[in-house]
């Protein structure tokens, strides 16, 4: 019945496509014809940031991009999607999930919610397709030609739940009549082996395939000596994931674009540690010991998810029209020992440290499916007046079942107390853009979307003990639309540089969270946030084109933020709403070729945040914690949050590069570093001692030869080898997550 039900809704959209009194027609993405580039000079960087093919400089907005060698280095290693966390200016992505759920910040919003429904506010498009569940946006980062970053609201040409940005995945495509690939193989420490490789294959002289495939394993390097262990060794995966396209382009005027991808990843959650964060202190306790992991909860996570979509695209003399049909499913079960220990208090033995209470739970994303279809229609004039209309439908479908197992009876039984939730969500759009000529030096841009939401969601709580008893089934029907827009302009100051001004809203659809605790638990629900967003930058070419500058500054406000707040005492999540919070900064990128064979990248933000309601509060941390906060009057456990940073938003952010490369014999030598840095932040809305993050600057490098079409290197990720706190649990004990240790290892890489 679900793949019937999307076959219908396919052949509905070809349909609409099909109505048009339309010759075959679409060529691939036309792209502005790149400036001719001297030696030592900077290549052009194209973007698709509005929806059509530009030069990064004529876009009046603040972007950033990576591709080509530098997302080699930075993926080399196997890390997942989170290796983009500081690569460029105000950009965070962290996890309480490990590897398949990635949350991302930029410009210091973001969402620190971990249930399988939660939203977020930057949103993830790949391929042109948004990823809203959480579980789709961590697919692994293979056979890309470039990732964007647009910073700032993208509501107007994105849509709904991108108020604090996009960022852009655009895999390479494939190539007619040219056969051209690439395999790439390697091992490291952690019995790592890493395989990638793509083939293009010319079918015809009219259809054309790409076959991307990647395989990831790393052994397990955390064991755990308790006896009768339910789980011995932790962090060990294996992640594959494939990706195949079909281009047919009978005509000139014509092109569809097939795309199917799918993930299987099986491997470990992540790991909870108990009492790992000093009391009074952010520091780790003395002699931690990464390796070791004494729990008696059992650990593992599963994800398999699969998806498609169709890109048709008609050249019609002044128009183009578009035509996107996406589809996505995703299931996963992950299970976790979340107290961190083993035993409790009342059930000795217990440690490491204090115990109160024992926590194993698992999530199952037992039902999901996505369904998008896009029709956009653009102009072609060689006027001064160009224009973007479309319209764009979201329909999907989830059930999430949360289950709590018995630690302490042998087998690690599963409790008969469970919670499930079910929701529906729809939405459809209209969104319309201009871009005016004014003159030779000066363009302006205008955009206009109309969003309508609709979200059905019901929650049931079941329990046997200690007393039978039913919640539910709890409803809660969210509906809302919303006007955003835009406006911005371009001014040519000299042939080098442009300056740019840019106002723009953003809309994030309202939230809802059941992640039910006890049969006395309610649905909590967030309403639709807004913001409204202006920066102004330049854009400049320098030194005869071999560097190049941007830097922005920016003022936002956030109307009626969606904020998640942790319970202080049980494992449970409440979505409450800040009436307001704001957030200004400044942004730098910068490249250069510095000399022959030697180049340099710095990028760096300065994200200041702010949450402006003086009733605000929210429970204190429930474990013993130093809390700075002041009370809410006529309580003891209820902080305010009035002047509180957002969570997860540091204020300083860096990141550095610097490749040195010579000839030598009938090749190439090359030294590869960089260095990503951010500044202290909170984990939670409400502010610890111990739950303050300290600085981190974490580094990599890599060396390599690279001769005819093949290449061999040696590389190291966080060679300093720091590890510290990243994120932690605060309802039960002083628990942390900390970051990744120092991994090496060596690639080779054959092109064709």
């Known amino acids: 019945m679900k793949n019937s039900h999307f076959a219908t809704r396919s052949l509905i959209a070809l349909a609409v496509a099909s109505a048009f009194p339309l010759h075959a027609a679409m060529a691939q993405e036309a792209a502005p014809a790149p400036e001719a580039t001297a030696k030592g000079q900077l290549e052009t960087v194209i973007v698709t940031a509005q929806r059509r093919a530009e030069n990064i400089k004529d876009v009046p907005m603040a972007i950033a991009t990576l591709k080509g060698e530098k997302l080699d280095v930075l993926t080399a290693s196997g890390q997942d999607i989170r290796f983009l966390s500081g690569r460029t200016p105000s950009v965070q992505v962290e996890s309480d999930y490990g590897r398949t759920f990635p949350r991302f910040y930029i410009r210091g919003m973001g969402n620190t919610d971990f249930d399988l429904n939660a939203s977020q506010p930057v949103g993830l498009v790949f391929d042109d397709v948004v990823q809203e569940n959480p579980m789709l946006k961590g697919f692994p980062v293979f056979d890309v030609d470039q990732i ?45 082996r890493n395989l990638e490789g793509a083939y293009n294959i010319p079918i015809s002289d009219t259809v054309a395939a790409r076959v991307s495939l990647q ?3 790393r052994g397990d390097r955390v064991h755990n000596d308790r006896p009768n262990a339910a789980t011995t060794d932790f962090e060990g995966y294996d992640d594959n994931a494939g990706r195949l396209q079909l281009l047919v382009k009978p005509s000139a005027n014509f092109s569809a674009l097939f795309n199917v991808h799918a993930r299987d990843y099986d491997g470990s959650a992540t790991l909870f540690r108990a009492n790992i964060i000093k009391k009074g202190t952010n520091e780790l306790v003395d002699n931690f010991d990464y390796g070791s992991y004494p729990t008696d909860g059992q650990n593992e996570q599963k994800l398999k998810t699969k998806g498609g979509s169709m890109r048709l695209k008609w050249n019609l003399d002044d128009l183009t029209l578009h035509s996107i049909t996406g589809y996505e499913k995703a299931d996963i079960y992950s299970r976790a020992d979340v107290d961190g220990g083993y035993g409790a208090s009342y059930a000795p033995p217990f440690g490491p440290g204090f115990i109160p209470f024992t926590v194993e739970t698992a999530d199952i994303l037992r039902d999901h499916r996505q369904i998008t279809q896009e029709v956009r229609l653009e102009s072609n004039y060689k006027g001064p007046l160009n224009w ?12 999430i079942d949360s289950i709590a197992f018995d630690s302490l009876t042998p087998g690690n039984p599963q409790s008969p107390n469970y919670g499930t939730q079910t929701q529906d969500s729809k939405a459809w759009a209209a969104f319309g853009s201009m871009n005016y000529t004014v003159s030779d030096r000066f363009k302006v ?9 609709k979200k059905d969601f019901v929650a049931q709580r079941y329990e046997t003990t200690p007393v039978v008893a039913t919640s539910g089934p709890l409803v809660r029907n969210l509906s809302s639309t919303n006007v955003s827009w835009d406006l911005s302009g371009t001014y040519v100051l000299t042939k080098e540089t442009n300056l740019f001004a840019r106002a723009a809203s953003g809309y994030r659809a309202p939230s809802v969270q059941g992640r039910l605790f006890g049969v006395t638990s309610k649905p909590s629900t967030a309403e639709s946030e807004k913001v409204v967003s202006v920066e102004a930058g330049v854009k400049q070419d320098l030194f005869d084109r071999r560097a190049r500058l941007s830097a922005s500054v920016y003022r936002y406000q956030v109307k009626d933020l969606q904020l ?6 049980i494992n449970e999540n409440q979505l409450i709403n800040a009436k307001k919070a704001i957030g200004q900064g400044l942004e730098l990128d910068f490249q250069a070729n510095l000399a022959d064979g030697l180049s340099a990248s710095i990028g760096a933000s300065y994200n200041d945040t702010e949450i402006k309601d003086p009733d605000l509060a929210v429970q204190i941390c429930g474990n013993g914690c130093t809390a700075t906060d002041p009370l809410k009057p006529g309580t003891t456990n209820q902080a305010l949050l009035n002047g509180n940073p957002l969570p997860r938003a540091p204020k300083t952010q860096a990141n550095f590069s610097l490749k040195y490369s010579t000839a030598v014999g009938n090749g190439e030598v090359y030294a590869f570093t960089d260095w990503a840095y951010r500044s202290s932040y909170n984990f939670f809305l409400d502010e610890a001692v111990e739950y303050k993050a300290k600085s981190l600057l974490e580094g990599g490098v890599r060396v390599g030869y690279k001769w005819d079409n093949y290449e061999l290197s040696v590389y190291g990720r966080n060679i300093t080898n720091k590890v510290q706190l990243l994120g932690s649990i605060n309802f039960n004990n002083l628990t942390g997550i900390v970051n990744e240790p120092r991994s090496y290892g060596a690639q080779f890489r054959a092109t064709f």
């Not at 205008?446 to 309508?452: D, I, P, V, W």
């Not at 998640?564 to 005492?569: I, K, R």
């Open 445 to 453: 841009r205008a955009g206009l979307r109309y969003t309508n939401d």
């Open 564 to 569: 998640t707040a942790t319970s202080g005492s």
């Open 148 to 192: 964007e970053v647009l910073r700032g609201p993208q509501g107007t040409l994105f849509g709904r739940n991108s108020p604090a940005g996009v960022i852009k995945f655009d895999s390479a495509k494939p190539v007619i009549g040219k056969t051209e690939g690439y395999f790439a193989a390697g091992i490291g420490n952690y019995s790592v």
């Open 388 to 399: 973007i209309g479309g319209l764009f439908y979201f329909d999907e479908q989830m059930a």
């Open 215 to 217: 395989s990831q394993h």
